[in-house]
Structures are given as structure tokens and as C-alpha cells.
Nanobody, 131 residues
């Protein structure tokens, strides 16, 4: 059974850093795209970043470019989201999701930002940034 578990969330001050982990059991990451999304209270789930199975290409939402980095450790079957210079607007529950599609940039048929391209999600980890 495939399981995703996020960890690494917490409370941090503005300008601080966190690294989130998404550990995936019973799934070969070579054949799956992995995305990070977030959802704040009262808002829709939005894409943050993705590492695609298509060449390992990475994608970022404009609001995190230059601050967040997505990486993958195949030996640990884990995808990380390294978050720097965190701002109060980054406060949300962060989720990782899996997609069998070779996700590409926005505008393509299978674009990483579309949450409906992902078929399973972890329970999420809370990130709170205090001002």
C-alpha cells in the first residue's frame, strides 16, 4: 500500500527556514512526479513546487521562486522542500502528492500546478510563520 507522510512543519519567525520531508512508502520515485501544495484556512489548495518524473525537472510557483527548493533522495524515497526567508503569508498546511503523469510547466496538458493531476496525498504538515 502506498503511503505518504509529511514532516518538518512547525512555528518559525519571519525570515526563518524550515525543511519539509515527504517520505513515500511502496512507490518507485523514478516513475512518479511529486508535488508540494499548501492550503491556508478558507483558501483553495495551491501548488508550491513539483519535481517531475520527466527528466527530474523542477517547477515553482512565482511566490516561492528564489526562496524554496525541491529535492529528491531516491535512497530514502523522500522528497524535500527547503524553505528559506519564510513570510507570514506562507502559513498553511503543506501537502505532498503523487502523480503518474510526466508533469510539465503551466500551460501544458499535464501541468504540475493542477492539483487534479495528483492521485494521492499525505495528511499534511502545518507551517506557521509569525510576524
Amino acid at each position: 500500500q502506498v503511503q505518504l507522510v509529511e514532516s518538518g512543519g512547525g512555528l518559525v519567525q519571519t525570515g526563518g527556514s524550515l525543511t519539509l520531508s515527504c517520505t513515500i512508502q511502496n512507490l518507485n520515485l523514478d516513475y512518479w512526479s511529486i508535488g508540494w501544495f499548501r492550503q491556508a484556512p478558507g483558501k483553495e489548495r495551491e501548488g508550491v513546487s513539483c519535481i517531475s518524473k520527466a527528466g527530474g525537472n523542477t517547477y515553482y510557483a512565482d511566490f516561492v521562486k528564489g526562496r524554496f527548493t525541491i529535492t529528491k533522495d531516491k535512497a530514502k524515497n523522500t522528497v524535500y522542500l527547503h524553505m528559506n526567508n519564510l513570510q507570514p503569508e506562507d502559513t498553511a498546511t503543506y501537502y505532498c502528492g503523487t502523480s503518474f503523469r510526466p508533469l510539465g510547466p503551466m500551460g501544458e496538458r499535464y501541468n504540475w500546478y493542477n492539483r487534479f493531476e495528483y492521485d494521492r496525498w499525505g495528511p499534511g504538515t502545518q507551517v506557521t510563520v509569525s510576524s
